[in-house]
């Protein structure tokens, strides 16, 4: 495993288990994704799949993961930026997925054993076979 990960879990202190966790969640549900350390705001997310993306104040397009994780302060974020027949997957299934918290792209949660992790799994397979297919609206390519 890349040291530069490695580095970004031992930072997270109390919360590098349940990100090593959520980690291999994703890992699990999208075999062969690819994963490194993106910038974001003033620190770093482990991103997965990195894909064409234009901010709407951009003019062009640059690059961001189609999932996301990062540790807050009281929880993790997992973000999945998928647009699908005009709706974000995580917010359209918020209610399947557990004692979270969801945004439009977030799931927010203190620990994997508060989320369905089934429905988890198959909102990451279902992000990953839009994306692939061409049918996630997020993506700029």
Excluded at 27 to 39: C, E, N, S
Excluded at 54 to 80: D, E, N
Aim: net charge neutral.
């Amino acid at each position: 495993m890349d040291d530069e990960i490695e580095a970004w879990f031992a930072a997270a202190g109390p919360r590098e288990e349940e990100l090593r966790r959520a980690d291999a969640l994703v890992t699990a549900a999208a075999p062969g994704i690819d994963r490194q350390l993106v910038a974001a705001g003033s620190g770093r997310v482990l991103g997965y799949g990195l894909m064409p993306y234009r901010p709407r104040s951009a003019t062009q397009a640059t690059t961001w993961p189609l999932i996301a994780l990062a540790a807050q302060k009281r929880h993790l974020s997992l973000y999945v930026c998928a647009v699908v027949d005009g709706q974000y997957l995580p917010e359209v299934r918020a209610d399947r997925l557990g004692r979270v918290s969801c945004g439009k792209s977030c799931i927010r949660f203190t620990s994997l054993d508060r989320v369905d992790q089934a429905e988890l799994t198959a909102l990451v397979r279902d992000a990953v076979a839009a994306t692939r297919a061409g049918d996630n609206a997020y993506c700029a390519g």
